[in-house]
C-alpha cells in the first residue's frame, strides 16, 4: 500500500486547478485560505500544529495535488481534511462541533453551504478515496528534534533558539506547497538551516562534509535546500502583499 | 511515508530551474530580524490592514452536485485512486467482525485468496469509523511477517447516487487458512516440541514487534492468531489494539485507557482489578495464556465473571497479595474485589503453574520412557504469567529467552504442521477458524455486569467459530 506522495516541481505547474483555468498565483492563494481555515478552525477546536493541524495540511495539500479547486470546494475539502486528521490522530472532534467552529469564525460559510455538516461527510469518502487510506503522515517536526543534538559546538541558547525558530517556520510551512514536493526530513534540515541563516549561526561543519546536513542527506545540494526556504519565504511576501489572511473574510 | 532521502522526481526538477531566479537568490543573512521576530513570536504572520480582495475567478461550487458527479466517475473506474471491491470474487462468508462481516473472496486478476472485512456505515453519525482507521493507520505501520498482512482498502459501488448513502469499504487482508484456536481444538493436529516452539517463536516476535511500534494490542488470545498455509503465525484483529505512550515521558500524568478490553480467560489480573495506566505487559499475559494452551488445548482459565476468573487465576498461579505484586493494593478494584463475600481474592492458595503444566506437558507421540520435562519452558511459562506485571518479561526479552535457543530451535516455519492436516480436515477448518469467531461482545457489556465471552451456549451465530470446550 505504500504510495509515492512526493511530486516534482513541474507538477505544482500542472496541476487539476491550473488545468482547469486557474493561474498559479490563484491556485496558491486558495490553498493558503484553506490552509488558514484548517488553522484557524483547529485553534478554536483546542487542536495542536502537531501533529493534527500538520497532518490536516497535508491531506488538503495532497488533495488538490489530485482535484482542482474549481470542482472540490476548498473550505468544505479544508473542513473535511481537519476532521478526519482529527480522528486519525486520536483526537476526534464530532463533525457537527468543527463544522459550527467554521461557522463561528466564517459567517460567509454558513451562507454558503446550508447543508454544511452534510456535504462535510459526503466529501470524507472523495477524501478516503483521494488519500488511498494511506492515512499516516511524517510530520517535520520529529526530525527537527533529532537535530537538537547534533550541534556540540552550539551554546545551548544557540541551538534552543534555532530550534524554536524552525519549530515556527514549520508550523508557517503548512501554508505553502513544501509538503508535497519535499519529505518531513529534508523540511526540517531546510528550515533549520534557514533559522541558522537567519540568526547568523554557522554550524561547524564535521569531516569533509559539503553542508551540515550531508550525514542524512548526502545527495542534497545547498541550490535546493535554498529553494525550499525560498518557498517559505515567499509566503511571508505573499501574506504581505496580498493581505487575504486576514481574519474576518475568507473569499 | 518512507523518509527516504532525495527523490528522483525532486532531483530532476530540482536541476532544470523550476523558478528562474530562485537557485541565485541569497538567503537572506541581514535585515531578518523582524522575520525572526515574527517567527519566534509564532503563529501566522498577519497583515492587519484588510481590504482588496485579490482578482480572482469567481465561481460558485454546489458540493451536493459534485459529489454526486464524483460518485457517478468513480463507479465508472474514471478515478483509479482505490480499487473497487468487485477486483475480488467473494466465495464465501465467514465471520462477523467488529464493525462488518467478514468474507472470503479470490482476487479476479491473482487469483490470491484474501479476507475482505466489511466496514459497515450505516450507524456510523461521524462518517468512517475511527476504529477502523485506528485499525488501518496502525497495520500500515506494522508490516512484519508475523503480523496480519493489510493489502489495501476497497470500496464497493453505491447502489443509489446520493450523498447520504455512503460507500461500503472493505479492508482487504491475505487470507489465512487457520487460527490457532481452530488448530488447537482439532485433535487430529498433533504437534510436537518444536512445532510449539516455533508458533511461540512467531507470536513473541510479533508482538515485540507491535510493543515496539507502540502498539497495544489489547485482545490477545488463540482465535486472535492466525497461521497461513506456509505454517506462518500472524497476529490478527487489531479491532482493540491501540498506540500508547512511553511509560518514562517526563513525570507526564499517564493517560488513562479504557479497562474492558481483552477477551475475559486472557485477561490479566490488573485489568481485572480495574487497571486504567496499564502496559504492554497485557499483552505479555495473553501470550502466557496462549502458550499453556499449545499443551492444554483448550484455553486454561475459563471464567465466566471477572470475579471467578480472579478466582482461576488465584488457583492456578497462587494468591495474589503484596508479597508477590506490591502494588495489587493500589488497583482500584481492589478492595471492591477483595470485601466480597464470595472472595474474588482467595488467600492462601499456592502456585500450581508448574505443577499442573508438567503433567501436561507430554507428547502423545514420544515413548514415555523420553518424557522428560522442559525446564526451559516452564521457566518461560512462570515468568509470562506472573501475577505482577513489572515481573514479567518484556516482549523483547522474552524472545531472547533460554528456551528458543535449546534444541529444539525454532524453525523458520511449521509447513510440516500444516501439510499434516488431512485435505478433509483442511477443508473443514477453511471458513470456520481463520478470521471467523471475531464478536467482541464484550464491547456491548456494561460495566458491574460482565457477560461472558463465547460462553458454552448453543446458539452460535451463523458462520462463527466457537471455541470447542473440554
Known amino acids: 500500500m505504500m504510495v509515492d506522495w512526493i511530486w516534482s516541481l513541474d507538477s505544482l505547474k500542472a496541476t487539476p486547478s491550473i488545468q482547469a483555468g486557474l493561474t498559479k498565483e490563484q491556485e496558491l492563494l486558495y490553498r493558503r485560505e484553506g490552509i488558514k481555515l484548517i488553522s484557524e478552525i483547529g485553534n478554536a477546536l483546542n487542536c495542536k500544529p502537531r501533529p493534527t493541524i500538520g497532518v490536516a495540511a497535508v491531506y488538503f495539500h495532497r488533495f488538490y495535488m489530485l482535484h482542482s479547486f474549481q470542482k472540490f470546494s476548498r473550505e468544505v475539502t479544508a473542513i473535511c481534511c481537519l476532521f478526519l486528521a482529527g480522528k486519525v490522530e486520536d483526537f476526534p472532534k464530532k463533525c457537527k462541533d468543527v463544522c459550527q467552529a467554521a461557522v463561528t469564525h466564517y459567517p460567509d460559510i454558513y451562507v454558503k453551504y446550508q447543508n454544511l455538516v452534510d456535504d462535510v461527510m459526503g466529501t470524507e469518502r472523495v477524501l478516503l478515496h483521494s488519500l488511498k487510506f494511506d492515512l499516516q503522515v511524517g510530520l517535520p517536526y520529529d526530525a527537527l528534534l533529532e537535530y537538537k543534538t547534533m550541534f556540540p559546538d552550539m551554546s545551548r541558547e544557540q541551538i534552543t533558539d534555532a530550534v524554536q525558530i524552525a519549530w515556527t517556520f514549520i508550523n508557517d510551512s503548512i501554508y505553502t506547497t513544501l509538503c508535497v514536493t519535499t519529505e518531513p526530513q529534508m523540511i526540517a534540515i531546510a528550515l533549520l538551516h534557514l533559522a541558522f541563516t537567519v540568526k547568523g549561526y554557522k554550524p561547524v561543519q564535521q569531516n569533509m562534509d559539503p553542508c551540515w546536513w550531508s550525514a542524512d542527506v548526502s545527495n542534497w545540494p545547498q541550490e535546493s535546500v535554498d529553494k525550499a526556504c525560498h518557498l517559505v519565504l515567499d509566503f511571508y511576501a505573499a501574506t504581505k502583499e496580498q493581505p487575504v489572511l486576514n481574519d474576518k473574510r475568507l473569499s | ?470
Open chain 2, 1 to 470: 511515508m518512507s523518509s527516504q532521502p532525495y527523490t528522483a522526481g525532486l532531483h530532476q526538477s530540482s536541476t532544470q530551474s523550476h523558478r528562474q531566479a530562485a537557485p541565485k537568490r541569497p538567503l537572506p543573512q541581514t535585515g531578518v530580524n523582524e522575520l525572526a521576530k515574527r517567527a519566534l513570536i509564532g503563529g501566522t504572520p498577519n497583515t492587519p490592514n484588510g481590504g482588496a480582495t485579490p482578482n480572482q475567478a469567481n465561481f460558485e461550487i454546489d458540493v451536493k452536485q459534485q459529489l454526486l458527479n464524483y460518485q457517478k466517475l468513480f463507479d465508472q473506474s474514471l478515478y483509479p485512486y482505490i480499487n473497487d471491491v468487485s477486483a475480488y470474487e467473494k466465495l464465501s462468508k465467514i465471520g462477523q467482525g467488529t464493525f462488518g462481516e467478514v468474507f472470503k473472496a479470490r482476487c479476479k486478476t491473482t487469483g490470491r485468496m484474501v479476507a475482505l472485512k466489511k466496514i459497515l456505515m450505516e450507524n456510523e453519525k461521524e462518517g468512517f469509523p475511527i476504529t477502523a482507521l485506528r485499525e488501518v493507520k496502525m497495520l500500515e505501520q506494522l508490516k512484519h511477517q508475523n503480523i496480519t498482512d493489510l493489502i489495501e482498502v476497497c470500496s464497493a459501488k453505491s447502489n443509489s447516487a446520493t450523498t447520504k448513502d455512503r460507500t461500503t469499504f472493505y479492508l482487504v487482508f491475505a487470507f489465512c487458512e487457520h487460527d490457532l484456536a481452530g488448530l488447537l481444538s482439532n485433535p487430529k493436529v498433533r504437534m510436537s516440541l518444536v512445532h510449539i516452539k516455533t508458533m511461540m517463536k512467531h507470536l513473541i516476535t510479533g508482538l515485540n514487534k507491535l510493543h515496539r511500534s507502540r502498539i497495544l494490542h489489547r485482545d490477545m488470545k488463540a482465535a486472535n492468531v492466525l497461521i497461513s498455509r506456509e505454517g506462518v503465525l500472524k497476529l490478527a484483529d487489531f479491532g482493540l489494539a491501540r498506540p500508547f505512550v512511553h511509560r518514562d515521558t517526563s513525570g507526564a500524568p499517564r493517560p488513562l485507557y479504557t479497562n474492558r478490553v481483552v477477551t475475559l480467560w486472557y485477561r490479566p489480573p490488573e485489568l481485572l482489578l480495574g487497571d486504567r495506566q496499564y502496559s504492554t505487559k497485557i499483552d505479555v499475559w495473553g501470550a502466557g495464556c496462549i502458550m499453556a494452551e499449545m499443551w492444554t488445548r483448550q484455553p486454561i482459565m475459563q471464567g465466566d465473571t471477572e470475579q471467578k476468573q480472579l478466582q482461576l487465576i488465584s488457583a492456578l498461579c497462587g494468591s495474589i497479595n503484596t508479597q508477590v505484586w506490591p502494588n495489587c493494593e493500589k488497583m482500584p478494584l481492589w478492595n471492591a474485589m477483595s470485601q466480597e463475600p464470595n472472595s474474588a481474592l482467595p488467600q492462601g492458595k499456592a502456585r500450581v503453574l508448574k505443577h499442573k503444566m508438567r503433567a501436561l506437558m507430554k507428547f502423545d507421540n514420544v515413548p514415555e520412557s523420553k518424557q522428560a520435562t522442559d525446564e526451559d519452558a516452564m521457566n518461560l511459562l512462570e515468568v509470562l504469567l506472573a501475577i505482577d506485571p513489572d515481573k514479567r518479561p518484556s516482549a523483547d526479552e522474552a524472545e531472547d529467552d533460554n528456551w528458543f535457543f535449546k534444541e529444539p530451535t525454532p524453525r523458520p516455519n511449521v509447513g510440516d504442521l500444516m501439510d499434516t492436516i488431512p485435505t478433509s480436515q483442511f477443508e473443514y477448518t477453511v471458513g470456520k477458524g481463520a478470521h471467523a469467531g471475531r464478536g467482541r461482545h464484550h464491547n456491548q457489556q456494561r460495566p458491574g455486569h460482565p457477560a461472558p465471552r463465547q460462553q458454552v451456549s448453543n446458539a452460535i451465530p451463523a458462520g462463527q467459530y466457537r471455541d470447542t470446550i473440554f
